[in-house]
T-cell receptor
Framework: GAVVSQHPSRVICKSGTSVKIECRSLDFQATTMFWYRQFPKQSLMLMAT?????????EQGVEKDKFLINHASLTLSTLTVTSAHPEDSSFYICSVLKGGQSYEQYFGPGTRLTVT | AQSVTQLGSHVSVSEGALVLLRCNYS??????LFWYVQYPNQGLQLLLKYTSAATLVKGINGFEAEFKKSETSFHLTKPSAHMSDAAEYFCAVYSSASKIIFGSGTRLSIRP
């Protein structure tokens, strides 16, 4: 069964509004989760590392005030795209780090965001 | 810094034919390498991983990959393609910064 869930799977919003995407670890507690974005026909690019109970670590070039990450519990991390614009339209995928082997990541099914 | 390069953005093979997807890596330390598969509008599923044990790694769905240090390669193969193998495949390396770095991806098409 699924290890990681994301909600919603698809969302369409108007330019200027904010959208929240949830990532849940279903099978285990996760102190670390990752957020990726994937443009059409492109690879996954890491946006940020989400750490439970502390501030997320953002990759270079990712605006932390635009992409708000909250990891308030060991099973839930949220990504909020604030004041979304059409160029934010993308496929957002989260992953959950399992266990002591930090390369063991389990990926969610993704969220398709379309900003009109 | 670690990186991977996937050769060929699109590979097309006939059903029943050999599948070969190429990946070369760059790493100053022994790498951990992965192959993931992504079906349309879905997340990623781990096919197999190399973590410095056996150089020939067997994964799910009949796929395998061989780590060749002399060639800095980690090519993915499957002896006989099925229609259900049509998907996007990503080679990836675990970086020293505790992150997974993905290649650009290879779209595999299967001809009937």
């Amino acid at each position: 069964g699924a290890v990681v869930s994301q909600h919603p799977s698809r969302v369409i919003c108007k330019s200027g509004t904010s959208v929240k995407i949830e990532c849940r670890s279903l099978d285990f507690q996760a102190t670390t989760m990752f957020w990726y974005r994937q443009f059409p026909k492109q690879s996954l690019m890491l946006m940020a590392t989400s750490n439970e109970g502390s501030k997320a670590t953002y990759e270079q070039g990712v605006e932390k005030d635009k992409f708000l990450i909250n990891h308030a519990s060991l099973t839930l991390s949220t990504l909020t795209v604030t004041s979304a614009h059409p160029e934010d339209s993308s496929f957002y995928i989260c992953s959950v780090l399992k266990g002591g082997q930090s390369y063991e990541q389990y990926f969610g099914p993704g969220t398709r965001l379309t900003v009109t | 810094a670690q990186s991977v390069t996937q050769l060929g953005s699109h590979v097309s093979v006939s059903e029943g034919a050999l599948v070969l997807l190429r990946c070369n890596y760059s790493s100053s330390v022994p790498p951990y390498l992965f192959w993931y598969v992504q079906y349309p509008n879905q997340g990623l599923q781990l096919l197999l991983k190399y973590t410095s044990a056996a150089t020939l790694v067997k994964g799910i769905n009949g796929f395998e990959a061989e780590f060749k240090k002399s060639e800095t390669s980690f090519h993915l193969t499957k002896p006989s393609a099925h229609m259900s193998d049509a998907a996007e495949y990503f080679c990836a390396v675990y970086s020293s910064a505790s992150k997974i770095i993905f290649g650009s991806g290879t779209r595999l098409s299967i001809r009937p």
